[in-house]
């Protein structure tokens, strides 16, 4: 969605740059309308919004899958299991101070996101029989994963409002983004193989091989760069208006990178032959643990943001007014999440993007 959104809004918001460009107080463009830089006294405004924000799995899926030991290659089937995306509760807000004079202000805004998204899956048992003696070999597992990710972002920019005669008004700004973005997955695999003979009615040995392991993989990303952008309103009159915006940053900072598990395999041989009493061997018991911690190079994230929304505004008395916003925002960070070795054939490159998208709502309080 935000490859179609985007165009649109920049060739409206850039058009809307090169007139601020041009503006002083005011400028006749047509012979019945103006583009004005419109006179306001000083006074505050105060934002609230609710987001009800999606991750797309095309960026932010997470890959867990069951390997089959070299010794069973005719077992070789791997099965691919994606921990899916869920909508979560999101907040931002925000406070502006607008000058008195020609239509200036700074704004001051925050958001927050925390998603958290987990799955599990069985493996089918899967065997193969061979007759004379019987040889089964054999196969099952359990997997699970867990992928969450904490968001924060603040800004702060510096605006000027113009109006284009009676119905659009345009708001350039520019100014700074930081943005942090914590990603990490846990993971948890447990697998059994077994290849058994059978010599006779309660005569065989069995091997079996059980591997357990647990993963965790964290990629945080900060940055601190400039935002620019612009909204654009048409009026509707009797309060109501359309809104759309488009913002656009570019963020230097550090991709840290951790990476921790824990992975035992083993590896017994089981073995009945009557009259002996049944018994078992460990033919391997090893432990693997990591922990490292790896600090990337410095990067530069850029990012893109557009909103669509309709507003309704009412005035409460001569120094209070409200308004009320519904509309749906896209946002993406491109390369700011560096790939999870634990994910398997699926990953082809190293970094994702980290895209957000969903609807919102947003009351504002005006106060002269």
Same mark, same amino acid.
């Given at each position: 969605m935000i490859k179609k959104i985007i165009p649109a809004l920049f060739l409206v918001l850039s058009s809307a740059a090169?007139?601020?460009?041009?503006?002083?107080?005011?400028?006749?463009?047509?012979?019945?309308?103006?583009?004005?830089?419109?006179?306001? $006294? %000083?006074?505050?405004?105060f934002g609230l919004q609710a987001s009800h924000l999606e991750p797309?799995? *095309? !960026?932010?899926?997470?890959?867990?899958a069951s390997d089959t030991p070299d010794f069973f290659p005719i077992l070789d089937g791997d099965s691919v299991y994606t921990v899916g995306s869920d909508y979560n509760w999101g907040w931002g807000a925000d406070?502006?101070?607008? @000058?008195p004079g020609n %239509?200036?202000?700074?704004?001051?805004?925050?958001t927050q996101l925390n998603t958290s998204h987990s799955d599990s899956a069985t493996d089918p048992n899967r065997a193969i029989t061979f007759a004379s003696p019987p040889i089964v070999f054999s196969q099952s597992g359990k997997h699970s994963a867990e992928v969450?990710?904490? !968001?924060?972002?603040?800004?702060?920019? @510096?605006?000027?409002?113009i109006e284009i005669g009676q119905r659009l008004s345009l708001?350039? @700004?520019? %100014?700074?983004?930081?943005?942090?973005i914590d990603y990490k997955a846990e993971s948890q695999r447990d697998d059994t193989y077994n290849f058994n003979i059978e010599f006779g009615p309660g005569i065989g040995v069995t091997f079996t091989?059980?591997?357990?392991?647990?993963?965790?993989? $964290?990629?945080?990303?900060q940055g601190l760069g400039p935002r620019f952008g612009s909204d654009a309103e048409f009026n509707l009159g009797r309060g109501f208006s359309l809104r759309s915006t488009l913002g656009l940053s570019l963020l230097v900072g550090d991709l840290d990178v951790r990476e921790k598990g824990s992975a035992n395999e083993l590896?017994?041989?089981? @073995?009945?032959?009557?009259?002996?009493?049944?018994?078992?061997?460990?033919?391997?018991?090893?432990?693997?643990?990591? &922990?490292? $911690?790896?600090?990337? &190079?410095?990067?530069?994230?850029? $990012?893109? *943001?557009?909103?669509?929304?309709?507003v309704y505004k009412t005035d409460v008395n001569n120094n209070y007014s409200l308004s009320f916003e519904a509309g749906y925002q896209v946002t993406n960070y491109f390369d700011a999440v560096e790939n999870s070795v634990m994910s398997t054939q699926d990953t082809s490159t190293q970094y994702s993007n980290y895209f957000i998208q969903g609807p919102y709502a947003r009351m504002q309080l005006d106060v002269a």
């Amino acid at each position: 969605m935000i490859k179609k959104i985007i165009p649109a809004l920049f060739l409206v918001l850039s058009s809307a740059a090169a007139l601020a460009a041009q503006t002083n107080n005011s400028m006749p463009i047509a012979s019945d309308m103006n583009l004005i830089a419109p006179h306001q $006294e %000083g006074s505050w405004s105060f934002g609230l919004q609710a987001s009800h924000l999606e991750p797309d799995t *095309d !960026y932010n899926y997470f890959h867990l899958a069951s390997d089959t030991p070299d010794f069973f290659p005719i077992l070789d089937g791997d099965s691919v299991y994606t921990v899916g995306s869920d909508y979560n509760w999101g907040w931002g807000a925000d406070i502006s101070y607008h @000058f008195p004079g020609n %239509g200036r202000d700074v704004n001051l805004a925050f958001t927050q996101l925390n998603t958290s998204h987990s799955d599990s899956a069985t493996d089918p048992n899967r065997a193969i029989t061979f007759a004379s003696p019987p040889i089964v070999f054999s196969q099952s597992g359990k997997h699970s994963a867990e992928v969450d990710t904490n !968001y924060n972002a603040a800004d702060l920019t @510096f605006g000027q409002l113009i109006e284009i005669g009676q119905r659009l008004s345009l708001h350039p @700004f520019a %100014g700074l983004r930081y943005a942090s973005i914590d990603y990490k997955a846990e993971s948890q695999r447990d697998d059994t193989y077994n290849f058994n003979i059978e010599f006779g009615p309660g005569i065989g040995v069995t091997f079996t091989d059980n591997t357990k392991d647990e993963s965790t993989w $964290e990629s945080d990303f900060q940055g601190l760069g400039p935002r620019f952008g612009s909204d654009a309103e048409f009026n509707l009159g009797r309060g109501f208006s359309l809104r759309s915006t488009l913002g656009l940053s570019l963020l230097v900072g550090d991709l840290d990178v951790r990476e921790k598990g824990s992975a035992n395999e083993l590896v017994t041989l089981s @073995f009945e032959f009557p009259p002996f009493p049944p018994g078992s061997i460990i033919l391997s018991d090893q432990t693997t643990n990591t &922990n490292n $911690e790896i600090q990337t &190079n410095t990067r530069v994230v850029p $990012e893109a *943001d557009a909103k669509l929304s309709a507003v309704y505004k009412t005035d409460v008395n001569n120094n209070y007014s409200l308004s009320f916003e519904a509309g749906y925002q896209v946002t993406n960070y491109f390369d700011a999440v560096e790939n999870s070795v634990m994910s398997t054939q699926d990953t082809s490159t190293q970094y994702s993007n980290y895209f957000i998208q969903g609807p919102y709502a947003r009351m504002q309080l005006d106060v002269a």
